[in-house]
């Protein structure tokens, strides 16, 4: 698949996700923009914790030696 094939799939499922929240819910976002904000942060954070400690020590170490 093409970049813009998957880039579109992508924003598709975000946007499936805001059309299916619960109207009268607490946390329901009614902002679009708000709503696509809070979607990547909680991606980032998912991503965060499948890192392993060490591996992400290591990488953390390697970027820093670049830095030098």
Known sequence: MSKNHNYLLKNCAVLWHFIIQPIFH???????????HVYQLRER???????????LLERCLQIKNEAK
């Open 26 to 36: 607490q946390a329901t976002l009614l902002n679009p923009f708000k709503f696509w």
């Open 45 to 55: 954070l998912e991503k965060s914790w499948d890192y392993d400690a060490i591996t």
